[in-house]
């Protein structure tokens, strides 16, 4: 699997790379990354031995955008940066399947805070799914009863 990105968009203090499943954006997962962390490092962690994200999502004919946060961002600001990708998954999007959401460190945190800033605005984020990656392998357990 190339590491080269399909397509590189410029945001408002910030980069995404998007990596398509098929030959358009259907069914996005937006990762942001930890502050500071860059796309070449991302892209690595995504594709890591232990449990490679990207082929793994890919397979199942999902779209990932990796977005890099700056080091130096504010929640508020970083929150803004995910809401515009959002948004802009959102237009970009062949079909309708809902987005699905999350980051790694403060970039979790950024991604909770864009989707509950937007529904504080009442702005549809057409999110099914938010999501906390560590970088380590899935698994999986059961809530107590």
């Known amino acids: 699997m190339t590491t080269a990105p399909n397509?590189?968009?410029?945001l408002r203090n910030a980069t995404a790379w998007v990596f398509l499943a098929g030959e358009q954006l259907t069914r996005p997962v937006i990762l942001a990354g930890d502050s500071g962390a860059d796309l070449t490092t991302l892209t690595e962690a995504a594709d890591h031995d232990?449990?490679?994200?990207?082929?793994?999502?890919?397979?199942?004919?999902?779209?990932l955008i990796l977005l890099a946060l700056p080091e130096d961002g504010s929640m508020t600001g970083d929150g803004g940066t995910v809401q515009n990708t959002v948004l802009r998954a959102a237009a970009e999007q062949d079909g309708?399947?809902?987005l699905v959401v999350g980051g790694t460190g403060h970039g979790a945190l950024s991604a909770r805070y864009a989707l509950a800033a937007m529904e504080y605005q009442r702005i549809d984020h057409r999110t099914a799914v938010h999501f906390s990656h560590d970088g380590a392998a899935p698994s999986w357990r059961t809530r107590p009863s």
């Open 7 to 10: 397509a590189v968009w410029t």
């Open 50 to 63: 232990a449990y490679p994200l990207r082929a793994e999502l890919h397979a199942r004919g999902y779209d």
């Open 96 to 98: 309708s399947a809902p």
